[in-house]
């Protein structure tokens, strides 16, 4: 009993302290959704600190302030206690004008004073950079200073070097101007062939790029294609599987994507194909490149087919429409790339004639530089 009531009177001697700042609405807001803030408390209001408190507040954050006299700092203390009150003087200005009140506490003072500690830092850190630079600019001029010294007195040895050699020289022009002769006429071969490479490249270049402009036309629906088999899982390919008889548009993409695998174009048929393993990696995986002509044949019956369109496919299985959009895309990519494969035969082609162009401008270059 004696611990239950000593419990008690701890429990009725406990004063709980709430600190606010009326800065914004957040006060109000508590006040009005808890009146017993109001009601129920006692409320101490702290009034702006004086001019002293200000100035010892001030000198005592600046104390430690490395490399500033202390008549620097009294003056900068003297500035803040300036600035705050005269901040709190406009704001009885702001708020007699507009009757909008602005407050300025006590944090407001400790701010500007951080402010000014910070910026003091800055401008502290870009001077000793400064200096930094300056300095290491001294020394590479000292260490230039050092090289030329050292240059010129290798250059007094080498004079009678020099000369010497400058008399071989001489001797050599006559030789050099018969080479220069013989490398002109190697010269203008090498631009001429470089003209006819140049030439051969641009075009290979050319036809290289109308192919795989052609190719990006299909690449954005075959993307988009892989990117929804990607999203398809066990429960959407169980989906499919579930239907007794499924609505049409799904049996017509089954028959679809039945067809591009070479099975049978029935349900039975399909219902094994979507219970491999490997389904949706086949269907990634698949060689577009290499879709023979009679399986085209068969899927153009599909997907020229006005009823079937990915839109109307999705009305009846999202998990159908991922595979109606394959079917597309297979059939778009293999249109574009029967037209590119003459293009890419003549590039191959092409560039076989300007791997032997550049062999032999190779060869008139090494003759030329040697």
């Known amino acids: 009993m004696a611990m239950e009531a000593s419990e008690a009177n701890r429990a009725a001697s406990v004063q709980q302290v709430l600190t606010m700042s009326p800065v914004g609405s957040a ?7 808890f009146p017993a803030l109001v009601n129920c408390c006692t409320i101490d209001w702290f009034l702006p ?3 002293e408190a200000l100035l010892g507040v001030s000198a005592r954050q600046l104390s430690n302030m490395q490399g500033i006299s202390d008549e620097v700092k009294e003056s900068v203390s003297k500035a803040c206690c300036f600035v705050h009150q005269e901040v709190i003087r406009t704001s009885f200005i702001f708020e007699d004008r507009l009757r909008r009140k602005v407050y300025v506490t006590p944090k407001s003072y400790l701010d500007l004073i951080s402010l000014y500690l910070e910026m003091i830092q800055e401008k502290k850190d870009e001077k000793d950079i400064s200096l930094k630079r300056l300095q290491t600019g001294v020394d ?12 010129q007195e290798e250059l ?9 050699k400058i008399k071989e ?4 022009v006559p030789v050099v101007t018969e080479e220069q002769k013989k490398a002109e006429v190697i010269k203008e071969k090498v631009a001429s062939e470089e003209v006819v490479v140049r030439k051969q490249a641009d075009e290979v270049k050319a036809i290289a790029d109308d192919a795989q402009k052609d190719l990006d036309i299909a690449m954005p629906a075959l993307e988009s294609a892989l990117k929804s088999l990607d999203a398809l899982d066990k429960k959407d ?3 499919i599987k579930s239907f007794a008889k499924p609505p049409p548009l799904v049996m017509m993409t089954m028959e679809a994507v039945n067809v591009l695998l ?5 349900w039975d048929t ?3 194909v979507l219970n491999r393993p490997t389904f949706l990696q086949d269907l990634k995986s698949y060689d577009k490149d290499n879709i023979p002509e009679k399986v085209l044949k068969q899927l153009s019956k599909y997907v020229t087919k006005p009823e079937y369109t990915v839109e109307a496919v999705g009305n009846q299985s999202k998990a159908a429409k991922s595979l109606c959009m394959w079917t597309y895309a297979m059939d778009t990519y293999s249109k574009v790339a029967k037209e590119v494969e003459p293009k890419k035969q003549k590039v191959a082609e092409l560039n076989d004639k300007l791997a032997k162009a550049n062999s032999e401008l190779q060869a008139s270059l090494e003759m030329f530089m040697g």
């Open 169 to 172: 020289a001489d001797e050599l």
């Open 27 to 33: 006060l109000r807001v508590r006040m009005r959704m």
């Open 270 to 272: 399909a219902k094994k």
């Open 237 to 239: 390919i169980q989906e």
């Open 140 to 151: 590479k001029i000292d260490e230039a200073n050092q090289f030329v010294n050292s240059l």
């Open 49 to 51: 600190w004086p001019d």
């Open 156 to 164: 007094t040895k080498l004079a009678p070097v020099i000369t010497e």
């Open 262 to 266: 070479q099975e049978k174009p029935d």
